[in-house]
């Protein structure tokens, strides 16, 4: 949601009438002293007018991105809008007498400052009837440095001929000012451009629905109005108190969308941290769960490749032992078909407890490798410590004392251990898995190799009366970079 398409609440809408009431009480308060005269403060004029052009420019940037978010053309019209006031009071601000001239810059005459007034605050109604009247229909999203040429350059040539004409051919416009008072063609110009100020107010009200920026731009055609009103209308000349009035009320006026702009943009980055912050907790929670068993609570496949993957890396980079222990639970099937599966799983959760409590160490991972086989990871451990740890896997196992009737080797729940280290392979295997593949078995990843070693240390655990550790010999490494990968995983389910 943005500013130009994020519908008023009620609760802004009741702000913005507050807004509007009390310039309203304000404007009625000043009128009928408006022909009061102040002592004159040429200093007002720059500093009123810098800050003046500082609002506008900013609002053109925020508007400018509003339009390439929304895609919406009326945004630049707007915006566009906002950077003739801004121009336009530059102009306005050299040209005034007696502020860096005493005649102006820019060749400025006595009738100068009141023509770029009236062109200033006449334009920036047409902007804005233009905006109204282009509607919220989504464009084809020009470019935005298209946008900016176009509308910059036009708004440019726009503000240099008005310029022109209030200075170089003001002979040719009727006499607005006598010194500081004004005429009655003044007046007569002022209720002009003050009903064309009126007419875009009435093109905003007209719109279907009231977006957060039609009904601030709405307050700040009301501010408009009262602007005109006091400096130009009811006012006497120069340095009285519409003059100054209704200037404050011209800063306001410029004010409004700034403010808001300002307040929503930090609103939704505030929306913005806390949704990040929510993605990244739900990113987390999310990986965590692609990467949990979510039986057993401990790694699943997926994270031991992964984890698997880059131990090998770092094994092949740095020439540092890597050793894997394969796990199946002994006589697993007779189990479920004593016990049932709700007992099954919940052996199996706790010999999955039993192996991540012993696999510790950092880098060590402790996972599931698929329905009763479990797989350990043990980087920087030679095979001699990987079968230490495996024997202690075993022990600890026994000590559960989980019953098991169906087993043939012991009255209660054991496990077979295959253990296989990266250091114990031949130099041919080595330099065939550092390449990532054999010729026997094209595409498989390198460390297969691994996996396969440790299976076939396994498949001879089982074979020879299980509850044990089996380290791979010499042969084991020979056999398993001969055999498919294929052939090594139903050997092993065998």
């Known amino acids: ?22 310039s309203t009480v304000v404007f009625l308060a000043l009128a009928p002293f408006a022909k009061v005269q102040l002592p004159p403060m040429p200093a007002f004029i720059p500093i009123y007018q810098s800050a003046l052009v500082i609002n506008d420019l900013i609002t053109v940037v925020f508007l400018l991105g509003q339009r390439q978010a929304a895609r919406s053309d009326a945004l630049a019209f707007l915006a566009f809008g906002y950077l003739f006031t801004a121009l336009m009071a530059i102009m306005h601000a050299l040209s005034f007498p007696g502020l860096f001239a ?28 233009a905006y109204a009247g282009y509607g919220a229909a989504v464009g084809p999203g020009r470019p935005r440095r298209r946008v900016v040429l176009i509308g910059g350059g036009t708004v440019a040539v726009l503000v240099g001929s008005f310029t022109f004409l209030a200075t170089r051919g003001q002979t040719a416009l009727p006499v607005m000012m006598h010194g500081n008072q004004s005429t009655t063609v003044n007046h007569l110009v002022v209720l ?13 009200l007209l719109r279907r629905s009231y977006s957060v920026l039609d009904l601030w731009l709405l307050v700040t055609l009301c501010a408009w109005l009262f602007d005109i009103a006091l400096s130009a209308g009811l006012n006497a000349g120069r340095y009285d108190v519409g003059f100054y009035a209704g200037r404050i009320y011209g800063l306001a006026a410029a004010s409004f969308i700034l403010i808001v702009l300002l307040v929503r943009n930090g609103g939704l980055y505030l929306e913005l941290v806390a949704l990040r912050e929510s993605d990244r907790r739900k990113a987390e929670e999310l990986r965590r769960l692609s990467t949990v068993d979510p039986l057993t609570g401990i790694a699943n496949r997926r994270a031991f490749e992964e984890a698997l993957d880059e131990e090998w890396r770092r ?3 740095h020439h540092t032992p890597l050793s894997l222990l394969m796990i199946d ?20 959760r706790r010999v999955a407890q039993t192996l991540a409590q012993l696999a510790r160490r950092a880098g060590e991972l402790a996972a599931r490798f698929g329905g009763e086989e479990f797989a350990v990871l043990l980087p920087q451990a030679d095979i001699a410590a990987a079968r230490r740890l495996g024997e202690l896997m075993c022990q600890a196992m026994r000590e559960q004392e989980i019953a098991h009737e169906g087993s043939a080797v012991a009255p209660f729940v054991t496990i077979s251990i295959g253990v296989a280290c990266i ?42 009366g299980r509850n044990r550790v089996i380290a791979a010999c010499q042969d084991d490494v020979l056999a398993a970079s001969a055999l498919p990968a294929a052939e090594m995983r139903l050997s092993s389910a065998a």
């Open 1 to 22: 949601m943005l500013l130009s398409n994020l519908p008023a609440g009620r609760g802004e809408r009741r702000l913005a009438f507050a807004v509007i009431a009390c």
């Open 102 to 129: 005493p005649a102006g810059l820019l060749g400025a005459g006595p009738q100068t400052t009141a023509w770029l007034y009236m062109f200033w605050h006449s334009g920036f109604s047409l902007f804005v009837m």
């Open 192 to 204: 002009t451009v003050w009903m064309l100020n009126l007419a875009a107010l009435a093109a905003v």
């Open 315 to 317: 094994t092949m980079r």
């Open 329 to 348: 639970v002994d006589y697993f099937k007779r189990f479920n078909d004593s016990y049932g599966h709700v007992a099954g799983d919940q052996c199996l």
């Open 423 to 464: 250091a114990d392979l031949p130099p041919s295997a080595g330099a065939q898995a550092r390449d990532g593949a054999s010729d026997e078995a094209p595409g498989v990843p390198g460390a297969v190799w691994l996996i396969e070693t440790a299976d076939r240390a396994l498949y001879e655990a089982k074979l020879t």
